[in-house]
């Protein structure tokens, strides 16, 4: 098994370099530079668009994946699970979902616009609260407006675990 995965804004590398070292596997970006050979078997992470993770399509198309998994800056939780499930062909692959971050700073506007569109009734509701914002509410607010990361190597158990089962 090789780490293959694609990244806009860094946090899905971060991610898949961390999870290759630390597990010993080869790793690479998808379309760029030295590429897995046709067919390898691969676990591939990919960055979250509207529900849709990125180069999910052509990883599937050219690889033997072997197991999935969204980056994106939502909460882990049931419900995000359901819209990846809904919104990627994942052929009852094994799906994970990590919670990478939010850059602005390294998006387009147009990106930038739908994310603050997609994001505008929780901003909303959080501004109106002013003062009455609990600490956990400020750094919400504060995250959907300056961006941040919540990569972390211990949210990466699961998947570990799940690549040393597939290896014995
Ligand atoms: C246009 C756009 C749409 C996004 N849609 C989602 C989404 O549906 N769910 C989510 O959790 N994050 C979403 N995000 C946030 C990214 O998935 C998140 O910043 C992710 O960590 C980016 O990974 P990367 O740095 O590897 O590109 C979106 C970001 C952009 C720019």
Not at 48 to 53: R, T
Not at 70 to 87: N, Y
Not at 110 to 139: C, D, N, P, W, Y
Request: hydrophobic share 35%; aromatic share 10%.
């Amino acid at each position: 098994m090789v780490i293959l995965y694609q990244s806009n804004t860094g946090f899905t590398r971060e991610y898949a370099r961390m999870l290759a070292k630390a597990e010993r596997l080869k790793c690479f970006e998808l379309e760029d530079g030295p590429q897995p050979e046709a067919g390898a078997e691969v676990f591939y992470l990919g960055p979250l668009m509207a529900g849709h993770i990125g180069g999910l399509d052509q990883a599937m198309k050219h690889f033997s994946v072997k197991g999935i998994c969204g980056v994106g800056m939502s909460p882990p939780g049931e419900g995000v699970m359901r819209t990846l499930r809904r919104a990627n062909y994942t052929a009852d692959l094994p799906l994970f979902y990590l919670q990478g971050g939010w850059d602005p700073k390294k998006v387009g506007w147009l990106k930038r616009r739908m994310v603050g569109m997609a994001t505008r009734s929780i901003r909303r509701a959080l501004q109106e609260r002013g003062s009455r914002r609990t600490a956990e509410e400020e750094q919400g607010l504060n995250f959907l407006l300056r961006g941040g990361s919540y990569v972390a190597y211990e949210n990466l158990a699961p998947i570990q675990s799940w690549l040393r089962e597939c290896s014995r």
